[in-house]
């Protein structure tokens, strides 16, 4: 297997490359089991984040980020399921399709949930923006619920995220076409 060594909030890390598909390859960086990435990645992103009342995030490989973001700081944080849950009543639904993802996949919030964003402001994070396709998803159930986005924030932006302006983030992460 190939490796892209990089370091992430000072911490120097081997990422295993996987096909997407015939032309490119990814460097995949998962948080999950890296307590040290996922604590001073943390603390590195709320230095440069605006205020917030509360973290939002996709299932799951946003969910160690969002959960220490949100003990290192604002202490609340809600995550979009990828399925409905029996205790879950009064859903609010998006459709999106990820670069991880093969498939399209829905994301869904509880009313509960729903009722604990609206008119609060909203950071929304996850462990690494590509396409976008889940970060406008998650943008989306906040503009429904009547929550406002102060903030989107991510460890590493792949590839031409990096050139974006309208996201906060740690390093670039660049990918590997064949």
Do not use: W
């Not at 297997?1 to 460097?27: F, H, N, W």
């Not at 605006?50 to 959960?67: R, W």
């Not at 849950?85 to 994301?107: G, R």
């Not at 604990?116 to 996850?126: A, E, F, N, S, Y």
Request: with cysteine; proline share 3%.
């Amino acid at each position: 297997m190939k490796y892209y060594e990089m370091t992430i909030a000072g911490c120097k890390r081997q990422l295993p490359l996987c096909e997407v598909s015939s032309t490119l390859d990814i460097a995949a960086f998962i948080m999950f089991n890296d307590v040290e990435v996922t604590e001073k990645s943390a603390a590195e992103l709320l230095k440069i984040c605006p205020e917030h009342d509360i973290v939002l995030t996709a299932e799951a490989k946003g969910i160690p980020l969002c959960y220490e973001m949100a003990r290192q700081g604002c202490r609340k944080y809600i995550i979009a399921r990828k399925s409905q849950k029996l205790y879950m009543t009064d859903n609010l639904s998006v459709t999106c399709k990820s670069i991880t993802t093969a498939k399209e996949q829905t994301l869904y919030l509880s009313g509960s949930d729903a009722e604990q964003l609206k008119g609060k402001r909203v950071l929304i994070v996850d462990d690494v923006i590509s396409t976008g396709h889940s970060l406008y998803a998650l943008e989306e159930l906040v503009k429904q619920v009547g929550g406002n986005i102060v903030g989107k924030a991510t460890v590493l932006a792949e590839g031409d995220a990096a050139k974006r302006d309208d996201i906060i983030f740690l390093e670039p992460l660049p990918v590997f076409p064949k």
